[in-house]
């Protein structure tokens, strides 16, 4: 019984990692109707960012949580710039081209990210400092939940209510969801696309810096490639919730944290990812649309 | 004045950008923090005149070059006029066939490499640039094809030219595999289907270690035989050279005719609105699966050239980023053109090969010219124009 918390707990950690960095997916899907192969990416440069951070605040004497806080600050802050970046070149360009141009420019864009930490850092896997303290009062259920895993659960639940909030009541939010529903109208409203769009662009790239900064400090170790199977797998759980839709990406990471959690605990490890596209592939051949997306009927 | 104002912000904003990854280096081990500031100097530098450039290039884009619609592109005036086109097609050949005798055994290997690309390249055309399908997982085919041959030869030591229809057939049949679940989704969500399969089979060959070995792959693998004969290794790369030739010149009459039969024409309806294709009353799905599956024939075959080829397969070779590079050289070289996707392969096989000394910045330029590509010339470098008839006067 106790393997069945441990495993729902880890399924829960693993699927809140997943919902920060699917919201980026999800949110930019759902304005633009681009898949960013380069978000991903940006978590990995966000984890890179807060490790760069995280040394040099060390070595000039802060300590525990405020060098956490601070490599956080600084990792969403440039995640965020680079999300803006990526966008105005790799996208606004292609606005108005057929579906296939700004995927494979994203596709492109992945790649050129991925080689460009690996020139200018490294390719050895980095040691990640563990950032997170050991608390206290959670010493007795170490062994089924550890501290880091309920900073990672914390963190994402303030993050999530942080965004619908957003969403909900900002006029920038209002915003959103407009473009979100139809461009063309929005523009006609008055609503200034090109800024909509970036702040997407910056807000998903921020969560997922996040996502980046508390995984790495999770796991020990950073390497360039880490954006990929994370970026695959978070746009699964995206595409799994209903792409498009933000309860969705939510939804849709943790069943397929949860998935994953279950089937390495009781079938088999070696087989983690196997499980993560399995499972997609179900889903979308028996609900297309994913689970809460809205099944369209398409006109000529 | 503006211009100018506009550079130096966006050096600035780049030089501030990279500053943590190109400047400082921290080697947390030791202790030491590196830090670089010739890299931020370039990065300033590089930007500030780029930002000229791109600003060029995109007001060029923006003021369109018109196509002047009568005067047809020249590709088209040397395939469809018979004068042009046999001496060319001549001329092409009489340079592939004495090819070999003028360069380096190595240069031949990667003329081969370049051939299987075409191929491939022109498998994908038929799923992506004919049918419209965005399949990302196109490389899983290859696997197949390739572990096929690799499993018969070493379990049962089939030779290569069993194998090879064999994993014509092997690819045909994943194809389908592939094409049943995904028929009715559509755009994104395919794509990222597709993607899955082809992550999955990776994976599945990687850890089922059993059936497949794994990660370290199948090794001595049977080159293949010259009417039974077995010949050394350097016969052996001219032979399937020319075997390549025969195959590619195969591929393009076989995609040709394809593409002007009516499955072609079908695709071509669905590729442009499935709706009103089902509408005409052509079977979606038995069209979609016949673009999956003889799609996949030429990966797979493809596989069973690149196993006798390079005698060691392993999982490693068949990754989502092959695919990313086939799909480059059918988005790349022109949708739907077959000149293009063949040019697309040459240009993007040889060139990192003929730009060795750049080869740490490969993938950097690789990733760079996609993007450019895209934003500058998304219909490729040969824009598929449709068949137009024109009457004279006679």
């Given at each position: ?7 729902f707990?880890?399924?829960l950690t ?7 960095i ?6 930019v899907?759902?304005?633009i109707e681009?898949i ?29 949580l ?7 600050v ?5 995640a ?7 966008e ?11 579906r ?6 994203a ?8 080689n ?10 980095l040691?990640f ?35 619908t ?8 939010g209002?915003?959103?969801?407009a473009?979100?529903q139809?461009r063309k ?9 090109n ?6 662009f910056v807000?998903?790239?921020?969560l ?14 950073i ?11 978070a746009?699964?759980a ?6 498009g ?5 939510v939804l849709?990471?943790l069943?397929l944290g ?14 983690e ?13 028996f609900?297309?649309e ?6 369209s009927?398409?006109?000529? | 004045?503006?211009?100018l104002?506009q ?29 670089r500031w ?8 590089g930007?500030f005149?780029l930002?000229?450039l791109?600003?060029y ?6 003021a369109?070059?018109?196509?002047n619609?009568d005067v047809?592109?020249?590709h088209q005036?040397?395939f469809s006029?018979?004068?042009y ?16 005798l ?17 191929v491939?390249?022109?498998g ?18 290859y ?5 096929t ?13 069993l ?9 045909a049949?994943?194809g ?8 009715r ?15 999955i089979?990776?994976l ?15 090794a ?14 350097s016969q ?5 050279y ?12 076989v ?17 442009e609105?499935?709706?009103a294709?089902q509408?005409m009353?052509?079977?979606r ?8 599956a003889l799609g996949?024939?030429w990966a ?8 006798a ?11 989502f980023?092959e695919?990313?590079i086939i ?6 070289g022109?949708?739907g ?5 063949t040019?697309?392969?040459f240009?993007?096989?040889l060139l990192p090969?003929?730009l ?17 590509m ?15 008839y ?5």
């Amino acid at each position: 019984m106790e393997y069945f918390f441990e495993l729902f707990l880890g399924g829960l950690t693993r699927g809140s990692i997943y919902a920060l960095i699917a919201l980026g997916y999800t949110m930019v899907y759902g304005i633009i109707e681009l898949i960013n192969f380069a978000h991903g990416e940006i978590y990995m440069i966000g984890a890179f960012t807060a490790l760069i951070a995280a040394s040099l605040l060390t070595m000039a004497g802060f300590k525990g949580l405020a060098v956490l806080a601070l490599a956080m600050v600084i990792a969403v802050i440039y995640a965020g710039a680079y999300g803006y970046t990526v966008e105005k070149i790799a996208y606004q360009p292609l606005r108005q081209a057929s579906r296939l141009s700004p995927l494979i420019s994203a596709i492109g864009m992945s790649i050129f990210l991925q080689n460009y930490v690996l020139l200018a850092q490294t390719s050895d896997f980095l040691p990640f400092p563990s950032l997170i303290p050991q608390f206290g009062f959670m010493k007795s259920v170490e062994h089924i939940f550890s501290s880091s895993e309920l900073v990672i659960v914390s963190v994402t639940t303030v993050s999530m209510i942080l965004l619908t909030c957003l969403i909900k009541f900002t006029r920038m939010g209002k915003a959103m969801r407009a473009t979100a529903q139809d461009r063309k109208m929005a523009m006609l409203a008055g609503i200034n696309i090109n800024r909509v769009i970036s702040t997407t662009f910056v807000i998903g790239s921020s969560l997922a810096a996040v996502g980046g900064v508390l995984i790495a400090s999770h796991i020990g170790q950073i390497n360039f490639y880490i954006g990929f199977t994370a970026g695959i797998k978070a746009f699964t759980a995206a595409v799994l919730g209903g792409i498009g839709s933000i309860p969705g990406a939510v939804l849709g990471a943790l069943v397929l944290g949860w998935t994953e959690s279950f089937a390495t605990g009781y079938i088999s490890s070696d087989y983690e990812d196997v499980f993560a596209f399995l499972l997609l592939v179900l889903i979308l051949i028996f609900r297309p649309e994913g689970l809460l997306g809205k099944s369209s009927t398409h006109k000529v | 004045m503006k211009d100018l104002k506009q550079s130096f912000f966006i050096s600035v904003w780049f030089m501030l950008l990279t500053f943590p990854i190109m400047v400082i280096r921290v080697n947390t081990i030791e202790k030491v923090v590196q830090w670089r500031w010739t890299n931020m100097a370039a990065m300033g530098i590089g930007t500030f005149i780029l930002s000229y450039l791109w600003r060029y290039m995109l007001a060029r884009k923006e003021a369109g070059a018109q196509e002047n619609g009568d005067v047809l592109p020249w590709h088209q005036k040397l395939f469809s006029e018979r004068k042009y086109f046999i001496p060319f097609v001549a001329a092409v050949l009489t340079f592939a066939a004495l090819f070999p005798l003028f360069v380096s055994e190595y240069r031949v290997n990667i003329m081969i490499t370049a051939m299987i690309y075409v191929v491939l390249g022109l498998g994908l055309n038929i799923v992506v640039g004919l049918a419209g399908l965005l399949d990302l997982g196109y490389v899983a085919f290859y696997a197949v094809g390739a572990y096929t041959y690799a499993l018969l030869n070493y379990h049962f030591h089939v030779g290569f030219w069993l194998a090879l229809p064999l994993g014509a057939l092997v690819g045909a049949v994943f194809g389908i595999l592939l094409g049943i679940p995904v028929l009715r989704l559509r755009g994104d969500y395919l794509a990222i289907v597709t993607l899955g399969f082809g992550e999955i089979i990776r994976l599945i060959l990687e850890n089922w270690g059993a059936f497949s070995f794994g990660p370290s792959g199948i090794a001595n693998i049977s080159r293949p035989t010259f009417f039974g004969m077995m010949i050394t290794r350097s016969q052996g790369i001219l032979f399937m050279y020319y075997l390549m030739i025969a195959l590619g010149i195969f591929t393009i009459f076989v995609v040709n005719r394809l593409q002007d039969s009516r499955l072609g024409r079908s695709w071509l309806a669905l590729r442009e609105d499935e709706i009103a294709c089902q509408a005409m009353g052509i079977d979606r799905m038995k069209t979609k699966l016949a673009a999956f599956a003889l799609g996949a024939t030429w990966a797979g075959m493809m596989g069973v050239i690149f196993a006798a080829k390079t005698s060691f397969i392993n999982p490693a070779s068949f990754t989502f980023l092959e695919s990313a590079i086939i799909l480059s050289i059918v988005v790349l070289g022109g949708m739907g053109s077959i000149l293009g996707v063949t040019l697309g392969a040459f240009i993007l096989i040889l060139l990192p090969e003929e730009l060795r000394a750049f080869s740490q910045y490969r993938m950097l330029i690789f990733g760079a010219s996609m993007v450019l590509m895209m934003v500058f010339r998304p219909q490729g470098i040969i824009s598929n124009v449709r068949r137009s008839y024109e009457y004279h006067e006679s």
